[in-house]
């Protein structure tokens, strides 16, 4: 009795999942696979179209005589790389029509006219003509002809599913003498982004865990930069710092506090005199850091904010009543209360920030030092249309990501259920 | 007498006060007035002078003289030693000098020997300043987009500082960059498009996740605890990972540039967060209410339509809005399957205007307000359901 119970269950349980379980397998787990097998193949962005043979209809009339018609096929290969085999060709006639002479290549029967014209190679192309005509020489109606459209069939090989593997992707990421550079710029990102967001966001929860009017007010616009969608807020951003009409630059110099505007997204280094040390700065890559930052702090501050209500208010009047000021009561009570969620919100942001792409392909498309990885998956894969590299730098990121994940789980996995 | 407190408090108020009084003098340039000078040194001192003499004399004059006056004789040097300018911006530094001797209304020789005084001053005046920095950096972006629209390019490139909205125009050229966009850029279609693909995604996701989501938290079967894992690992692996797969297999099946290729993807990449956020909102439901439905005659799907869905109402909003968020949002897969501008969604579309370097900047903004205000609106409207949907959703983003 209770095998039954547990048997319908199960089946229950797993009907119920099926359907997620199918989608989230087929849209996220099978990319990721799919990943390591393009990126040991040579495939370029033209290539991903399966080849398949086409056949454009053109329907001549022909002067001397009405009760016939002249069909020019113009055949071709779709594809510049593949050959097509075994190709079959079908166009049907309208009743008491027939061709007058046909190629050796075709036939016809019961009103279709039928080829095999055996195999094209890449880049082919044929005018293949015939002559049709009305048995009952009556004139033809040439839209009848043109309406019907003729069906082509092949097989061809699909570049994807070849097993012809190469490691020249791999060579060519790793060789590159700017992997170095990408993964630096990569980690300055991902770093000084996730750290950055957290001081802010730390800030802004102490700031609103304070009684003051208009308190809700100011938790609501909190939220607005993670809210607002990236497209309109980059933009806006891109207008702020544009060098030549740009609100910023336009203050800047008009309160005297630079000379000439600064191209806060356009310039890869600014020299910044300190102390007597002069510091190269790498302007573009800190003002895209700036926005990532100014983006994402409402989420550490939304996170630290909610932990910091449930921080036990007789703490503080214990504290009190012992004689710690603000400042002890920040570190001695509230900051032991809240490492355990930083350090959570710090993996989960670093690791989310390792992926960013939409951010800096807005702002600056991975131009003046930006580019990071996974700007480098675009640009590989779509601006020099070489999707097996793209794949392959995939396939770094995903590496990094599972070390990224070990580490996380390791140190911190059985406290993220706390939050 | 402690000096400490004293020099601290001088300071840390002064600097307070001069740093409010440039933010005012940025935004009075920012409406177009001509103003080059931020002279901090000067104003910090009038500043100090003003914090020194309110601690002096303390509680010696009668309070409302002291709030009163105090200022008054502020704004008149100030006005004196600083560029002219309007009325109305002496008005504004007026109302800050005043709100500053309110605030600092109480602070005396006695009050600065307390202890603890120092910290409590710098803690006061530095969450006052956040206050007023963090409204400034969140909310100015967003004004400058709205006020961008309204413009003329030729306006923006004459003087990028004006960003005041002329009032004295009539509506159709107030709104012209609007119409513009609707009429030339077809962003009506645009919007179609967003809402269609955001709200399908919404209702596919609940579809698929709440049954799963029951089945995680309810019942029992082989591989439960695997799967509630692998949950939360695919959901940190990112959309630039799946991208090029996608995109040759989209490619190969004709989905790119179809609306229902983004409906799976975008299902597909917000179903594992969906799940999540729904199973630890069904555990918490009473198992007694199930049983009693179970008694009933109830089968899995009387038991999720007429029970759990009922009483998780909430939490459902919650995703849904989430996900609406996502979805509305979008921008990479809109980026790489949709080519063709009869399928665009509103974030590509808006990518697309600045494909043309000749597009004006105030189309540009116009289409932005457009893709940022629903969801800004429904922001502040559902704000609840939302915030509690980004806590438990956004490990992501």
């Known amino acids: ?419 | 007498m402690r000096y400490k407190p004293l020099v601290i408090y001088l300071f840390i108020s002064s600097i307070f006060l001069t740093l409010i009084g440039s933010i005012w003098k940025i935004m009075a340039t920012l409406q177009g007035l001509k103003l080059t000078e931020i002279s901090f040194n000067i104003n910090f001192l009038l500043a100090l002078l003003l914090s020194l003499s309110l601690v002096f004399i303390g509680k010696r004059i009668n309070h409302l003289i002291k709030i009163l006056v105090l200022p008054l004789i502020f704004t008149f040097v100030y006005i004196a030693i600083n560029e002219s300018a309007p009325i109305w911006y002496n008005v504004g530094i007026l109302l800050i000098s005043l709100f500053f001797t309110n605030r600092v209304k109480n602070y005396n020789l006695s009050y600065l020997k307390e202890d603890f005084v120092s910290e409590k001053i710098v803690f006061d005046f530095l969450s006052l300043f956040a206050i007023v920095f963090f409204a400034f950096i969140i909310l100015f972006p967003f004004y400058l987009m709205f006020v961008t629209s309204f413009k003329l390019q030729a306006a923006l490139l004459y003087n990028p500082l004006d960003l005041s909205i002329d009032f004295t125009k009539n509506i159709s050229e107030q709104f012209k960059s609007y119409l513009v966009i609707f009429k030339t850029y077809d962003f009506g279609r645009y919007i179609y498009t967003s809402s269609i693909v955001s709200i399908g995604t919404v209702i596919i996701t609940l579809i698929f996740a709440i049954p799963a989501a029951y089945a995680v938290a309810r019942l029992n079967f082989f591989g439960k605890t695997f799967l509630s894992t692998s949950i939360l690992i695919i959901y940190m692996f990112p959309a630039i990972v799946l991208v090029i797969p996608l995109y040759t297999v989209f490619s190969q099946l004709g989905l790119r540039n179809s609306i229902e290729g983004l409906l799976i993807v975008y299902t597909a990449t917000t179903l594992p967060v969906a799940i999540y956020m729904l199973q630890g909102y069904f555990k918490s439901i009473p198992k007694e209410i199930e049983d009693a439905g179970l008694m009933d005659g109830q089968n899995w799907f009387g038991i999720i339509i007429k029970i759990i869905i009922p009483l998780s109402l909430p939490a459902i909003a919650s995703v849904a809005l989430y996900v609406f968020m996502i979805a509305w949002n979008e921008f990479l897969f809109s980026l790489m399957f949709l080519d063709n501008p009869k399928s665009f969604t509103l974030s590509r579309a808006i990518n697309h205007l600045t494909g043309d370097a000749e597009t004006p900047r105030q189309y540009l903004m116009a289409g932005s307000v457009v893709v940022t205000l629903p969801i800004l609106l429904i922001f502040v409207y559902f704000e609840k359901y939302l915030v509690s949907g980004l806590t438990a959703g956004s490990v992501k983003g």
């Open chain 1, 1 to 419: 009795m209770n095998d039954t119970l547990s048997k319908i269950e199960k089946r229950t349980a797993y009907t119920l999942l099926l359907p997620a379980v199918f989608l989230v397998f087929a849209i996220v787990l099978f990319p990721i696979f799919a990943n390591i097998w393009i990126s040991f193949k040579e495939v370029q962005l033209k290539d991903i179209r399966i080849p398949e043979p086409r056949a454009k209809k053109i329907v001549k009339s022909i002067p001397e005589d009405k009760t016939k018609l002249k069909i020019v096929y113009r055949l071709r290969n779709s594809s510049l790389i593949e050959d097509i085999n075994n190709i079959k060709f079908s166009d049907s006639l309208p009743r008491n029509i027939e061709p007058v002479e046909l190629d050796s290549r075709c036939e016809f029967k019961s009103k279709k006219i039928k080829c095999d014209f055996g195999n094209w190679e890449a880049k082919y192309r044929e005018n293949f003509e015939i002559i049709i005509q009305n048995i009952n020489n009556e004139v033809i109606d040439k839209n009848t002809i043109k309406s019907q459209k003729p069906k082509l069939s092949g097989d061809a090989d699909n570049i994807l599913l070849t097993t012809k593997f190469t490691l020249k992707n791999f060579k060519q990421v790793f060789n590159e003498n700017e992997f170095l550079d990408l993964l630096l710029t990569t980690f300055y990102f991902t770093f000084f982004g996730t750290v950055g967001a957290i001081i802010f966001g730390m800030f802004a929860a102490q700031l609103v865990n304070q009684k003051f009017y208009g308190r809700t007010f100011m938790r609501s616009i909190l939220l607005f930069p993670y809210v607002g969608p990236v497209v309109a807020l980059a933009y806006t951003w891109t207008l702020l710092l544009d060098p030549n009409s740009g609100t910023l630059n336009a203050l800047l110099v008009n309160f005297g506090i630079i000379d000439k505007p600064i191209n806060l997204l356009g310039q890869k280094y600014m020299t910044l005199n300190l102390l007597g040390f002069d510091i190269k700065l790498r302007l573009a890559l800190t003002t895209v850091i700036m926005f990532e930052i100014w983006r994402y702090f409402p989420l550490a501050f939304l996170f630290i904010l909610a932990r910091l209500q449930a921080v036990p208010k007789d703490l503080y009047e214990a504290a009190e009543v012992d004689g710690a000021g603000p400042l002890r009561k920040f570190i001695n009570i509230t900051l032991p209360q809240i490492t355990a969620i930083l350090s959570i919100l710090f993996m989960i942001r670093f690791i989310w920030n390792f992926n960013k792409f939409e951010d800096i392909f807005l702002l600056t498309g991975g131009a003046s030092g930006t580019r990071t990885l996974p700007i480098n998956v675009y640009q590989q894969g779509f601006a020099v249309s070489n999707i097996g590299m793209g794949s392959a730098v995939s396939i770094v990121i995903v590496m990094l990501l599972i070390i990224f994940m070990i580490i996380y789980f390791k140190l911190i996995g059985k406290r993220a259920n706390e939050i």
